[in-house]
């Protein structure tokens, strides 16, 4: 987060000459940027960085979190999880039941034409699914994999319990299907559970038959990711998968990007306060947000803030009214972040990253910036796509180019 202060005219001007699209509004323009919990840039200290590392030195950097299983390098997130959907050779059309995945994830899923189906989830506030239905769907038959998120969005970054992946393995092994994990942040998922950080996420990881990680998330990176499982057969496809895509961490130029990888572990494993500071960071947030009126969805938990949107504000596939909403958020609390669709509609998700925490003063213009655009909703700009106003990555991901 930088900490940008201009006024709410400056704002708009700035918003007209990036055509009103906020994600090309430069980061030093924006006060509080949290859009993502992904680092810009490696947020290692300098004492605790080094030069050239193996791949096997990054895997015993993760050690302490991946016990024993194989593990396949690779550059992002989404890679991973093309890589691990492909190496697990699934017969076609797969079935694979979810309580919520992650667009990319479904994009890996729908590249073997998978046929997803929900799972029921055990509370109102839980990630948790209901293992007696899960047990019910694998005993009729038919189900490959069983595919559940650590610290979901979709359901408001609320954790997985240990005792739940346990079962679910169980179930899986009773049937013949396969559990396989998205851990895009494991640590944070442990930490909500108000247990031990590492020793907890790594015994969820332990029940899976498979799982990817998004380093981005946890790990002071901006790139890398992890495919790991048991199974050695599975991670030599994986990393041959990763050879022929281009997308393999293990010959990624420049070589630091890998010594970053290795001391992004050693450092975030080591200190998991980290991920206990962050946790915290987002509660306060939340409480002094509800102190101002707001409304945040309950509990809060692992990484972000979700403050619930009434869904007319923004139609189902409409971008250009999502684009409007965000711009009004960047010009009246000078702060960037994301919508995020849960099973409970529309949200808007003040991600944190690990990068510290928020002084009294800081942490009050954070919250009655978000407080004034949360009472001034009516007056956003109602935008209109135009041509090149979707050319960024981020869109081309959501297909909507």
């Not at 919990?37 to 490696?42: F, I, K, N, T, W």
């Not at 093309?82 to 979810?98: H, K, M, N, R």
């Not at 944070?188 to 998330?217: M, P, Q, W, Y």
């Amino acid at each position: 987060m930088s900490r940008a202060s201009t006024s709410e005219s400056d704002r708009r001007a700035c918003l007209a000459e990036a055509g009103h699209n906020f994600l090309r509004v430069p980061s030093d323009r924006v006060g509080f940027e949290l859009f993502s919990d992904v680092p810009s840039r490696v947020l290692v200290p300098d004492g605790d960085r080094g030069r050239e590392a193996d791949p096997d030195e990054i895997y015993a950097a993760f050690a302490p979190l991946t016990g024993d299983a194989k593990l396949a390098l690779a550059t992002k997130g989404r890679a991973a999880e093309i890589a691990l959907v492909d190496a697990l050779e699934l017969d076609g059309p797969p079935v694979v039941v979810t309580h919520g995945l992650f667009s990319t994830t479904q994009a890996a899923l729908a590249r073997r034409a998978a046929v997803i189906e929900d799972l029921a989830l055990a509370g109102p506030a839980t990630s948790d699914v209901d293992v007696a239905a899960l047990e019910a769907r694998l005993a009729k038959g038919g189900v490959h994999l069983v595919y559940l998120e650590v610290a979901n969005n979709a359901v408001f970054g609320w954790p997985l319990a240990e005792a739940t992946v346990a079962r679910a393995r169980e179930a899986c092994d009773r049937h013949g299907a396969k559990l396989v994990l998205d851990a895009a942040r494991p640590l944070a998922n442990a930490a909500a559970l108000g247990e031990d950080v590492v020793e907890t996420a790594r015994k969820i990881l332990g029940h899976a038959h498979a799982f990817t990680i998004s380093c981005a998330k946890e790990f002071l990176v901006p790139t890398g990711s992890i495919v790991g499982s048991t199974d050695a057969a599975l991670i030599g496809r994986a990393r041959m998968l990763l050879f022929k895509a281009g997308t393999s961490m293990s010959l990624i130029d420049p070589p630091q990007h890998r010594a970053d990888l290795r001391d992004g572990a050693r450092y975030s494993l080591g200190h998991p306060q980290l991920i206990r500071d962050r946790l915290a960071l987002v509660r306060r947030v939340a409480a002094a947000l509800v102190e101002c009126g707001v409304e945040v969805v309950q509990p809060v938990t692992a990484h972000a803030v979700y403050l619930p949107l009434a869904p007319a504000l923004l139609p189902a596939g409409d971008i250009a009214a999502m684009l409007g909403l965000l711009a009004h958020l960047y010009a009246i609390a000078n702060v960037r972040a994301q919508v995020t669709g849960t099973k409970r509609g529309p949200a808007l998700r003040l991600a944190f990253p690990l990068c510290g925490p928020l002084d009294d003063t800081e942490l009050g213009t954070l919250v009655t910036g978000v407080a004034a655009f949360m009472s001034r909703l009516d007056e956003r700009v109602k935008l209109r796509a135009v041509p090149g106003q979707f050319d960024v990555p981020y869109f081309h991901l959501l297909e909507i180019v």
